[in-house]
C-alpha cells in the first residue's frame, strides 16, 4: 500500500511539474503566434496544401515541447516539412516559447 501511495505522489508531482514548465503569458504570446499563423491558420486550423498541421487543441506543455525540440535540431533533422520549424523555433526565446505555446493552447 505505501508503494501505490509513493508512486501516485510520485506521478503527481511530475504531471504538476510539466504542467507549470509550459504556463506562459496567453496575451504576450498572441503577438509572437502572428508568424504561425502564414501556416498554421488564424485560428490553429493548419493548412493542408502546405503540409501545416493543426494547432488548435493541442496542449500548451505538448507545443512548448515540441518547439524547445525543432529549436534544438532533435525534431525536424530528417524529415525536409518539419525541417521548415527549425528556423521558426530558432527565432524564438525560451520565455516566447512558452508564450505562444500558451496562446495556441487558448485556440
Known amino acids: 500500500m505505501k508503494t501505490i501511495l509513493l508512486f501516485s505522489i510520485i506521478t503527481l508531482a511530475s504531471l504538476t511539474s510539466s504542467n507549470l514548465s509550459a504556463a506562459g503569458d496567453a496575451a504576450a504570446g498572441k503577438a509572437s503566434y502572428m508568424i504561425c499563423a502564414a501556416c498554421h491558420g488564424v485560428k490553429g ?31 525536424g533533422a530528417n524529415d525536409p516539412v518539419a525541417a521548415t520549424m527549425v528556423p521558426m523555433a ?10 505562444v505555446s500558451a ?3 487558448t485556440l
Open 45 to 75: 486550423e493548419g493548412n493542408r496544401g502546405m503540409q501545416s498541421p493543426r494547432l488548435a487543441g493541442q496542449d500548451a506543455w505538448y507545443i512548448a515541447s515540441s518547439l524547445k525540440r525543432f529549436k534544438d535540431g532533435t525534431r
Open 90 to 99: 530558432k527565432m524564438l526565446s525560451d520565455k516566447q516559447i512558452e508564450d
Open 103 to 105: 496562446y495556441i493552447a
